[in-house]
């Protein structure tokens, strides 16, 4: 009787265990998405998969690198580099100096159309060597001011130039101090070509980064003047070249959007530019230049994304092409795919 007994006291122990062990397991439920086997494509990298791959790569690169190369070479451009020539030859010893010196800094500089320039003609100023990208310009700044009148005195973050006199600048910080000041004026025999500078910023800066309730206050009234002065009865979204000079640039040459000639330029025409070599690049060895450009359907000037596409598609023809000759001269016998684990089982069980 207690021989009959005993297994079923030790049965229903181990049942109890293995209730429990299961009731505590950490293993998930089973289902199909945890244990990743829903339906999936699981392609097989054959010879001729591989190669139609790169085929298909080459045929739809190289017409996109072909036509992006053609239209960047479409776009003309004009690039005039006068930061020295704008110096009289007497200055040129001491470039900072003459900078620094009170007085006008007329130059006259005549540019040459190569080829027809369409409208709209974008005029850029290009900088070369000036790090806007410095940790220490890039914070000196304060974008509540910038937006909101009554945060005139949020100025912390603008040192050095967050006062002057005792009372905060507006806009405070080096960024805005150090705005470019050299002017351009355009004629074509004898007539003013009109250089508007509305629209110049981007829209967005303009509508939520500047307030229209935001004037300058004691700007450039330092001991030290870094570049152009605001008009006070304006108010910042209005002032475009502050806008577009404060939108820091990411490379030590760049250029920006003085403005946009609404005029056709024909081919041999001649330009004379009156300009005002006011900003100091001298102290850092930096360079100025003046950029007539169109654009196409790509933007500006830019052979890189051509030459780009060109290369990879390029590329992915050569090996399409080596792979083929080895498929075909020095064939290797594929396995069965029947013996792939998701053919043999594909139910995952």
């Known amino acids: 009787m207690s021989s009959n007994t005993a297994p079923s006291s030790s049965g229903g122990a181990g049942s109890a265990d293995a ?67 704008c110096i009289p030859a007497p200055a040129r010893t001491d470039k900072v100096r003459f900078i620094q010196s009170p007085g006008p800094k007329k130059c006259n500089r005549t540019l040459k159309v190569s080829k027809r320039m369409k409208q709209p003609i974008y005029v850029y100023y290009q900088l070369d060597n000036f790090y806007q990208n ?20 949020e100025i912390d973050a603008c040192k050095p130039e967050d006062k002057a006199n005792g009372l905060p600048i507006v806009p405070c910080g080096l960024i805005a101090w150090s705005l470019f000041n050299d002017t351009y004026d355009f004629s074509r025999n004898g007539q003013q070509l009109i250089v508007n500078k509305k629209d110049i910023s981007w829209k967005s800066d303009r509508e939520h980064k500047f307030g229209k309730k935001v004037f300058p206050k004691n700007f450039q009234n330092g001991t030290l003047k870094g570049g152009a002065s605001l008009d006070a009865s304006k108010p910042l979204s209005e002032q475009e070249d502050l806008i577009v000079w404060m939108r820091t640039a990411a490379l030590p040459t760049f250029r920006k959007l003085y403005g946009k000639i609404e005029v056709d330029l024909e081919e041999n025409d001649t330009i004379e530019v009156i300009l005002d070599n006011n900003y100091n690049t001298y102290s850092f060895s930096g360079k100025k230049k003046l950029v007539l450009s169109t654009t196409s359907w790509i933007g500006g000037r830019n052979d890189f994304l051509g030459i780009a596409y060109l290369t990879v598609g390029g590329l992915c023809f050569f090996l399409a092409m080596a792979f083929t000759v080895v498929y075909l001269v020095k064939p290797r016998q594929l396995g069965d795919p029947s013996y792939l684990s998701w053919n043999r089982n594909p139910g995952g069980h």
């Open 134 to 153: 410095h940790r220490r310009y890039v914070k000196s700044r304060s974008d509540q001011q910038l937006k909101d009148p009554k945060s005139e005195n």
């Open 19 to 85: 209730t429990s062990t299961r009731r505590h397991s950490k293993r998930p439920k089973y289902s199909r998405f945890t244990q990743q086997e829903l339906p999936a494509c699981k392609p097989i990298l054959t010879p001729r998969w591989v190669i139609s791959a790169f085929m298909l790569v080459s045929i739809v690169f190289i017409p996109i690198g072909v036509a992006s190369l053609f239209a960047s070479r479409d776009v003309v451009e004009i690039v005039d580099r006068y930061e020295t020539d």
